[in-house]
């Protein structure tokens, strides 16, 4: 049997070069292509880096679908329908609104793949064979797993595709935490599964790479397997880089652990400087321990770079807060930051709560053929919708300035500690600096060569 794999684009400006820093290695196509028994025959395209060609023979074909990639994902599965090839589609967004996705391919899978990808492949034969058993169709459900052991990944499939030079791997899926904007909550309900620190170790050393970005949503909603984790690591001598909460500041002895085990910075939802906000969106507890410039002191202190990152649009928001925080990343010298306006994500508390509110402008926003990435898609309070693209624009602007970039650059803690972290330092400023326009109006779903017009199917 021929599989082909596919990761849909989120769109694309014609004639321009899809947005550099996004271009990582999408690990679910790994993940999935080392579930594959050896007589299945693997083929994977990336859609942000090539042409997919529709018609190369294939038996089967699985899409990862996230909301921005939605409409490009649906396309992609037409153009392979129309010409009998059956779709499987999963991911996050199949699993947060299942029953978009089911109109859109033969069969869907909601939630993680583990649990039921050999089912779905018996299935697919059996289709093939043209038997009467059951065939490959409608939603199989991959039940929540508590420990994640026993992971394939099979990184081949990357070969020869342009990435940015940092192996992805995971440890951990889902978080603790209940943020009412965060589609990984409203996925994974509010728990964490771990894998096996010691496999997550041999996969680090089977892969050669010395670089990694731990993908996990937080890496220490749970500080005991976040400890754990980080013993395992200390003897490869690696260097990482993951992403983690910030009430982690009140705990020295684990950030300290943490940079022994090799990170060397990590990523941190601020959100918002406004504490209502805060409040709002259920992070109040961002602030339980000390205030933003206690942890970041703290941060600096043991040498860890800081990608902070702030969300506009909560109720309180406004040109003032804006430029607040703005003007705080840069006076604390974050590492990097992110400066994007909320997005209402289908499946979270913030959906409903906005839907319910008829504050949402296009409801099923990700199907819109003319939107575009940057374009605010609700009623923020304060501000218009387009004053907040602006802004939000504007910030990354001030941000990414070459006199933000010199000025962020004199922290001799974090972002110029070494040779290593300055030149890395350089390398993603510059590159933030001129993926800002890249990615700004990136047409969502916009059809990459000529394919038809997507039209919503009739419900
Ligand atoms: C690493 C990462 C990135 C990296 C690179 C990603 C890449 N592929 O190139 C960077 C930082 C560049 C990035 C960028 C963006 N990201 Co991102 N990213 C992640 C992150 C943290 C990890 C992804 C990962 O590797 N997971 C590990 C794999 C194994 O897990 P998984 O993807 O869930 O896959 C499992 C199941 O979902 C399922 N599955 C997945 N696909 C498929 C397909 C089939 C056919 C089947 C059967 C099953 C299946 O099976 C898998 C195994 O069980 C996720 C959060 C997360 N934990 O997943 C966010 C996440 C996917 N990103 C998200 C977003 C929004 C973006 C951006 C749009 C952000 C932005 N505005 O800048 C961009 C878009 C980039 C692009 N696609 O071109 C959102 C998507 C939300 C949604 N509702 O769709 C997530 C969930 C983060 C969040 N906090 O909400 N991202
Ligand atoms: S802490 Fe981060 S990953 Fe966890 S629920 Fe909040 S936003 Fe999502």
Redesign the pocket.
């Known amino acids: 049997m021929r599989i082909t794999?596919i990761?849909?684009?989120?769109g694309c400006k014609p004639g321009e070069p899809?947005?550099k820093?996004?271009?990582?290695?999408?690990?679910?196509?790994?993940?999935?292509a080392g579930m594959m028994p050896a007589d299945v025959e693997v083929r994977f395209y990336?859609d942000?880096l090539e042409a997919i060609p529709f018609d190369e023979p294939t038996d089967l074909v699985?899409?990862?679908?996230?909301?921005?990639?939605?409409l490009r994902a649906y396309r992609i599965a037409r153009q392979f329908r129309a010409r009998g090839v059956p779709v499987?589609?999963?991911?996050?967004?199949?699993?947060?609104i299942p029953d978009e996705a089911l109109g859109e391919a033969d069969a869907?899978?909601v939630?993680?793949?583990?649990a039921?990808?050999h089912q779905?492949l018996d299935d697919a034969r059996q289709r093939q064979l043209g038997a009467r058993r059951r065939q490959l169709s409608g939603v199989?459900r991959?039940s929540p797993r508590r420990t994640l052991d026993g992971?394939r990944?099979r990184r081949e499939i990357f070969e020869g595709k342009s990435?940015?030079n940092i192996t992805?791997i995971?440890s951990a899926?889902?978080c603790n935490f209940r943020c009412d904007?965060?589609?990984?909550t409203?996925?994974h309900g509010a728990s964490q599964s771990h894998r096996p620190a010691s496999e997550v170790a041999a996969e680090m050393r089977a892969t050669g790479s010395r670089r990694f970005?731990i993908?996990?949503?937080n890496i220490v909603s749970q500080p005991e397997m976040a400890r754990q984790l980080c013993r395992e690591l200390i003897p490869l001598g690696v260097n990482w880089v993951g992403?983690a909460s910030i009430h982690i500041a009140q705990d020295e002895r684990l950030l300290e652990l943490l940079v022994q085990s090799g990170c060397r910075g990590v990523?941190i939802g601020m959100e918002s400087i406004d504490p209502d906000n805060l409040e709002r969106m259920g992070k109040s507890w961002n602030l339980a321990a000390c205030d933003y410039r206690e942890s970041l002191r703290r941060f600096r202190k043991h040498g860890l770079a800081v990608y902070g990152t702030f969300v506009f649009g909560y109720d309180n928001d406004d040109q003032q807060v804006v430029r607040r925080s703005v003007e705080f990343a840069r006076e604390e010298q974050l590492f990097l930051a992110?400066f994007?306006h909320l997005?209402p994500?289908?499946?979270?508390p913030l959906y409903d709560r906005l839907a319910r509110e008829g504050r949402l402008l296009t409801e099923k926003w990700w199907l819109d053929e003319e939107g575009r990435?940057g374009d605010v898609v609700f009623r923020p309070h304060k501000v218009e919708p387009r004053e907040l693209e602006q802004l939000c624009l504007d910030a990354r602007r001030q941000f990414y300035s070459w006199s933000s970039i010199g000025g962020r650059l004199l922290d001799w803690q974090a972002n110029a500690r070494n040779p290593l972290m300055l030149g890395i330092y350089l390398a993603l400023n510059v590159q933030s600096h001129f993926d800002i326009d890249l990615?700004q109006g990136l047409r969502l779903g916009l059809a990459l060569r000529g394919e038809p017009r997507y039209e919503p199917l009739p419900v």
Do not use: K
């Open positions: 794999l990761y849909p684009a989120v899809y947005v820093a996004w271009q990582m290695q999408p690990l679910a196509m790994a993940v999935l990336d942000r699985a899409i990862s679908v996230e909301t921005f990639t939605a499987v589609l999963g991911g996050y967004h199949v699993t947060l869907i899978v939630g993680d793949a583990e039921v990808w779905v199989y991959g992971i990944t990435y940015q992805l995971e899926r889902g904007f965060c589609s990984i409203a996925y970005f993908v996990d949503d992403q990523l992110a994007n997005v994500f289908p499946g979270t990435v990615r």
